[in-house]
């Protein structure tokens, strides 16, 4: 009886242990996914900062420096060049290089361009743009392929998307109210290049790069599934039509989006607003947006990826035809906001369209580069359709016509991958 007594006591000592065990892994693992997506955001959030401020350092150029609309949008195109640059080329090195040395170093680099900007004329500002620009580049690379290969990379995107919201919101306000009226441009730029460490901090946090990962996988995986996932990260051309055509739909969107975006500040100048107001507006609308990418979490897949591409452009469309006919503060600013919500709203249903399910998609590494593409040529374009004049109607017409192209596209993306 006491051996009975004993055996039952050990199986039950044990099977609880088990249990314990097993509740334990979970937890280790929900928390390491949670700093997983910490480290994804605080790269994304610090080296998308310029693009998510860029109203305000232009418009600070163009108050500060005296640079008119079309120096300005040379300059905002100059970063997103530096960018695209990166980008484009992150299909042949993203798979070759420690990402924690990658995105550390990048960071480092950026700040120390970002400081030099306080001190330099014109054609050697656009330089260090350019050369900032191509070191976010690098670290966006990184960041888009490792989030491609995460459990839920709708989640990933979107929790990204509300750091970068509420992160530039309070830089915004920021500058505004206290650097620049205090320290001008040279406050504005100390502010950003601060703003690198945290790319520097979460940096170790990243997998070194997917061959890190192929060795982890390969601990329960077996040989023939470890084979498959190491081909899914190579570029296969038959396989790369739709993918290719969600990067191009991605571009044209950006064109239009960034023709707005890089210009907000100048649009709300025009309508008679005081430099305060639309600070004060831009910096409540970059915190409230976050709203967007906050119903992407909770729309998840369960739209597929097409409908909630869909939803945000039809909230784009109305956010600029309330824009161009508004010219009260509240029309400015709900329809800044709507635009803002809308952008964020779709981003990662992007994603999922050009990475069609694959682990640490190439395709998903130069997302960034087509966002490039079109945002650097949106700023640059504007500048020379608006300059000498207060009228901001073609860039509206822009916007609203690559949208809709845009959709087509993903529509047709769409339709195909079910075949």
């Known amino acids: 009886m006491t051996d009975q007594i004993n055996s039952d006591s050990i199986l039950h000592g044990g099977l609880f242990s088990g249990q314990e065990q097993a509740a334990i892994q979970a937890a280790k693992k929900r928390f390491s996914q949670a700093g997983d997506y910490l480290a994804v955001a605080g790269i994304l959030t610090v080296n998308n900062l310029v693009y998510n401020t860029l109203f305000i350092i232009l ?9 008119n609309e079309k120096q300005i949008g040379f300059l905002g195109s100059a970063f997103l060049l530096g960018q695209l640059i990166s980008n484009l080329s992150g299909a042949l090195w993203v798979n070759r290089v420690d990402w924690r040395l990658a995105v550390g170093g990048s960071g480092l680099a950026c700040a120390l361009f970002m400081i030099g900007a306080a001190f330099v004329d014109y054609s050697t500002l656009i330089w260090l743009y350019l050369l900032a620009g191509s070191m976010t580049g690098v670290a966006l690379s990184c960041a888009f392929c490792h989030m491609s290969g995460m459990a839920n990379p709708v989640r990933a995107y979107s929790i990204s998307l509300i750091m970068q919201c509420l992160v530039a919101g309070a830089i915004i306000l920021l500058l505004q109210s206290y650097i620049l009226p205090k320290y001008g441009f040279i406050g504005l730029s100390y502010i950003i290049a601060s703003t690198f460490i945290i790319a520097i901090v979460a940096a170790p946090y990243l997998p070194k790069g997917t061959q890190e990962t192929k060795k982890e996988n390969s601990i329960t995986d077996t040989k023939t599934t470890s084979k498959k996932r190491s081909s899914e990260v190579r570029p296969s051309f038959k396989n790369a039509t739709l993918p290719i055509l969600g990067l191009m739909a991605i571009a044209i969107y950006f064109l239009g989006q960034t023709s707005i975006w890089a210009f907000i ?11 305060d107001s639309i600070g004060t507006i831009s910096a409540a609308v970059l915190i409230l947006c976050s709203l967007g990418a906050w119903a992407a979490t909770i729309t998840g897949q369960r739209l597929g990826n097409f409908k909630p591409l869909f939803i945000g452009t039809l909230g784009f469309l109305v956010a600029i035809v309330t824009l161009h006919f508004s010219d009260s503060r509240l029309g400015y600013f709900l329809s800044f906001l709507l635009y803002a919500s809308a952008w964020n709203y779709v981003l990662p249903y992007q994603l999922l369209m050009v990475s069609q399910g694959q682990k640490n998609s190439i395709y998903a590494s130069v997302i960034p580069a087509f966002q490039s593409i079109g945002a650097s040529a949106g700023p640059a374009v504007v500048g020379i359709l608006v300059v000498g004049s207060n009228s901001y109607t073609s860039a509206y017409l822009l916007a609203i016509s690559t949208a809709i192209f845009s959709l087509v596209v993903f529509l047709i993306v769409n339709l195909k991958s079910r075949h």
């Open 265 to 275: 500040e100048r649009i709300g100048n025009a309508k008679g607003f005081d430099a």
């Open 59 to 67: 418009g600070a150029m163009a108050t500060q420096r005296g640079y």
